[in-house]
């Protein structure tokens, strides 16, 4: 079975950087694509951004294209979220995201199908 755990969320201020990771374990197959969702209080649960197992396909939320960054250490399996420049807008649950293979990123909840407990992520304004 898959396990997502991600790590690194906490407490910044507007304006500032923070890296979240996310450690899976289980076949690799059915994690060749991995991502980042968030879900602000009240909101539904968006995309961020995703990217496969070699990095080959890769694509992001419009609202993070330019301040945001998604690798993975496929050796290690661990998936990393670089956010750069953070907002109030920025505050959510953050969500590690894995589906097996896809000829791209999907960006909706229902194409993947494991899913991390989530982590905090607030910046103060």
């Known amino acids: 079975q898959v396990q997502l755990v991600e790590s690194g969320g906490g407490l910044v201020q507007a304006g500032s950087s923070m890296t979240l990771s996310c450690a899976a374990s289980?076949?690799?197959?059915?994690?060749?694509?991995m991502g980042w969702f968030r879900q602000a209080p009240g909101k539904e649960r968006e995309f961020v951004a995703g990217?496969?197992?070699?990095?080959?396909?890769?694509h992001y939320a419009e609202s993070v294209k330019d301040r945001f960054t998604i690798s993975r250490d496929h050796t290690r399996n661990t998936l990393f979220l670089q956010m750069n420049n953070l907002n109030s807008e920025d505050t959510a649950v953050y969500y590690c995201?894995?589906?097996?293979?896809?000829?791209?990123?999907?960006?909706?909840?229902?194409?993947?199908?494991?899913w991390g407990q989530g982590t905090q992520v607030t910046v103060s304004s």
């Open positions: 990217i496969g197992r070699s990095a080959d396909i890769m």
């Open positions: 289980g076949p690799i197959l059915r994690t060749i694509i």
């Open positions: 995201a894995a589906r097996g293979a896809h000829s791209r990123v999907p960006t909706t909840t229902y194409e993947y199908l494991y």
